[in-house]
């Protein structure tokens, strides 16, 4: 492992965010999760090791919804599921067969009808290796994405920066060539990217690199120019 220490960080009202340490594809790269506040408890989407931040997540409030956010985001649900075993997982279906240990509620559209209407859940169709639902957090106009691009530039590590550069997705929104090849049903993510970019937001939290505070609709547009039906 790599720098397992974290801090939440406040991005806006009601809106928090982790950073921990993990190698992924034998790489040390970061994941981030973030924490909404919604008037009845705490939304938990891709959840990092608990321990270091339990004090500060219980601080915020209580823990009432846990997402998985895609069918690779769900390292670290065991835990928290123990910690808060009333809050219900929210992740894609094919997640069951993956990681049977989980007690998996419903699909992150179902757990919109739970939490209501300040985060909206929109599944990306077309790519069912990754089975990726993005959330619009209302009230900061902030947009969450897990792999569905990333934000890597130069503060990853060198190892990171270099696979970016070689995938084509450095410096910038955006995601790599081995993921493009993915999008299977090219038309039905076009039609999910468009009404993704319909919403009203400004900054896009992915799940690694850095938070684009403003400027988020443009970024994401540019990431996917090269998708069309
Ligand atoms: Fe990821």
Redesign the pocket.
């Known amino acids: 492992m790599v720098n397992t220490a974290c801090e939440l960080k406040r991005l806006a009202d009601g809106l928090w965010a982790a950073e921990t340490g993990l190698r992924?594809l034998g790489m040390p790269?970061t994941?981030r999760m973030t924490i909404a506040r919604l008037p009845s408890g705490l939304w938990v989407h891709?959840p990092v090791p608990l321990v270091p931040l339990r004090a500060a997540v219980d601080d915020l409030g209580q823990v009432r919804w846990r997402v998985a956010p895609?069918l690779?985001?769900h390292l670290y649900q065991a835990p928290w599921q123990a910690a808060y075993p009333d809050s219900p997982l929210f992740a894609p279906p094919g997640l069951a067969a993956k990681r049977p240990d989980l007690r998996i509620d419903g699909s992150p559209v179902a757990g919109a009808a739970s939490w209501g209407d300040d985060i909206l859940a929109l599944p990306v169709a077309g790519n069912p290796t990754l089975d990726e639902t993005v959330f619009l957090h209302r009230p900061s106009g902030s947009l969450i994405i897990?792999?569905l691009a990333?934000n890597l530039g130069p503060e990853a590590h060198w190892m990171v920066r270099l696979y970016a550069r070689l995938m084509g997705c450095h410096g910038r929104l955006s995601l790599s060539y081995l993921l493009k090849l993915l999008y299977r049903d090219r038309q039905a993510a076009r039609a999910s990217l468009d009404r993704i970019l319909s919403l009203d937001f400004d900054r896009v939290i992915p799940?690694?690199g850095p938070v684009i505070e403003t400027g988020g609709k443009a970024a994401l547009t540019a990431a996917f120019a090269w998708l069309k039906p």
């Open positions: 992924a790269m994941t891709s895609n690779m985001h897990t792999d990333v799940a690694h």
